[in-house]
């Protein structure tokens, strides 16, 4: 069975960083994007970056020059990278992954990882 296994996540004051890791476990053929969104109380879940197999990268506007997504296919994990940390970056932060299993591999399945938290505050 996959699943996606996150870490990284804290209490941290405005203008710290944090690195949150996202490590996908089980039969896996393929991972084509991996992404992390993040979501508040009552509000929908929103991306924050995505990345492609090939390193592309997208962003939310409201991150862009403070975040940076990165991943290692070799470990099956994808990274967040999280400079310059306000209070409205507090969220939970959920790791995403496009995955193929080795048991079906032409069938792209979407993952979503338990959330971990972060609290930017003083």
């Known amino acids: 069975q996959v699943q996606l296994v996150e870490s990284g996540g804290g209490l941290v004051q405005p203008g710290g960083s944090l690195r949150l890791s996202c490590a996908a476990s089980g039969i896996i053929f393929s991972i084509d994007a991996m992404g992390w969104y993040r979501q508040t109380p009552g509000k929908q879940r929103d991306m924050v970056a995505t990345?492609?197999?090939?390193?592309?990268?997208n962003y939310a506007d409201s991150v862009k020059g403070r975040f940076t997504i990165s991943r290692d296919n070799t470990k099956n994990t994808v990274y967040l990278q999280m400079n310059s940390l306000q209070p409205e970056d507090t969220a939970l932060y959920y790791c995403?992954?496009?995955?193929?299993?080795?048991?079906?591999?032409?069938?792209?399945?979407?993952?979503w990882g338990q959330g971990t938290q972060v609290t930017v505050s003083s």
């Open positions: 990345i492609t197999t090939g390193g592309s990268t």
């Open positions: 995403n992954a496009h995955i193929r299993e080795l048991s079906f591999p032409s069938r792209t399945a979407r993952y």
